[in-house]
C-alpha cells in the first residue's frame, strides 16, 4: 500500500497571485500558519511554519520551487511515521501545483507521501490530508473574499 494523497481545489485568482500567497511567510501567516511562518520558500531553505492547534514550530526543507507552477517540500512526519531517509530524517515529500485555468481561475493540487505502511502512518496520513484540505479552503476564502477561515478556530 503506497501511503499518498491529492486534494484539488479552484481558486479565482490569477496563478501568480495564488502562487505569492504560499511562498510568502506574510501572505501564509494570514490564512494558514496561525502561529506564523518564518523564511520565504525558495530551493534550498528550511523555513518554518507554526500553528496554533499544533504548538511549536515545524521545520519545512524546500527542495524544489518553480515560480507560478511547483513548489516540493520535505518535514517531519508525526510521531516518526515514515521511513527514515539517509540521513536518518522522517520526512514525508509535499509536492504543490498550480495550474492556470482558460477562465482566469487557478487549479491547485497538494500531494502528500511518504509514511510508513503502519496503522500510525495511515493516522498520521489522514490529519495531514484533512490539514491540507483547510489550508487550500482558507487559501480560497481568504484571496476571494479576505476571510480569514482559521483565525479564532483553534485558540
Known sequence: ???????????AKPVSEVFEAVVDPGRLSEYFT??????????????????????GAFPVHVTEVEKDSRIVLRWDAVDGTAPPDATGARLTTVTMTFEPLEDGRTLVRIT????SETPAGLAASYGNCEGWTGMLCAL????????RLRQGFYK
Open 1 to 11: 500500500m503506497d501511503l499518498r494523497f491529492t486534494i484539488a481545489g479552484r481558486i
Open 34 to 55: 496561525t502561529g506564523g511562518a518564518k523564511g520565504r520558500l525558495e530551493p534550498g531553505a528550511v523555513v518554518s511554519w507554526d500553528f496554533h492547534d499544533f504548538p
Open 112 to 115: 502528500e507521501e511518504g509514511w
Open 140 to 147: 480560497k476564502a481568504w484571496l476571494e473574499d479576505g476571510v
